[in-house]
């Protein structure tokens, strides 16, 4: 059985986008978490990981997750070098046979503001008026004030879903682009680095991805995996 259709769609926009990104390289990956299988209440559980780096941003990381012929799990995070001045990507889609339950995808600033190109496009134009928006969780101020939270009403929705994503890709990629690399022990970068590493540990606030994972495996592998792979610190400056 395939992805969702907005999954499919979505992955492929995101692998788009970063394969036209400056000085794209490989990350490397352990074997044994390049692809995972496991299980969970008796269903098999399959998980897909995808890593890269490039000029401007350390960890690029597309995740996803299937679990036997229902849930459905898409994640994806482009953490910035802490010498840029750039945001933190992510976006997360949740889907099931029913439909989709929650896509998010945000440009999230670290450590002050967001940089004043991409806060000005995206006040000219906030997106799509999506009709149902979904409540943050509680650890959910690391966001911007542009955050798209929402539970797709049709598929015209999903696919305006799947461009406001691209979109907010190419802001970044302009942002990449035209960013300059701060000294390691500037003020700013310095800034930057703590920042990221607070975004870091509230990410890991979220305790549904850990009983799952601590379930279908067990809790040492679940703390490698997100420790190691889904949020791990910025390394030290």
Request: negative net charge; charged residues 25%.
């Amino acid at each position: 059985m395939g992805l969702h259709p907005l999954m499919d769609a979505l992955a492929a926009t995101i692998r788009n986008r970063w394969q036209q990104l400056e000085e794209l390289a490989p990350l490397s990956l352990a074997s044994d978490l390049e692809e995972i299988s496991g299980s969970l209440d008796w269903e098999a559980l399959f998980i897909r990981n995808e890593l890269a780096r490039c000029r401007g941003l350390r960890k690029m990381h597309l995740e996803t997750a299937r679990l036997g012929a229902g849930l459905q799990i898409l994640h994806c995070v482009f953490f910035p070098d802490p010498c840029y001045d750039l945001p933190v990507f992510g976006a997360d889609v949740v889907a099931s046979p029913a439909g989709v339950s929650a896509a998010i995808a945000d440009l999230s600033p670290i450590g002050g503001p967001l940089p004043t190109a991409i806060d000005d496009a995206l006040r000219r134009d906030p997106g799509p008026a999506f009709r149902q928006r979904r409540e943050l969780p509680a650890w959910g101020s690391i966001f911007s004030p542009h955050v798209c939270f929402i539970r797709p009403d049709g598929v015209d929705e999903e696919q305006a879903f799947v461009a406001h994503v691209d979109r907010l890709l190419v802001l970044l990629s302009d942002a990449v682009s035209a960013g300059e690399a701060e000294a390691a022990d500037a003020p700013a970068t310095v800034n930057r680095w703590r920042a990221q590493l607070d975004y870091c540990r509230q990410q890991k606030r979220n305790d549904k991805t850990r009983r799952v994972l601590e379930k279908a495996f067990n809790p040492a592998w679940a703390e490698r995996y997100i420790e190691e792979l889904l949020f791990d610190d910025p390394p030290q400056l």
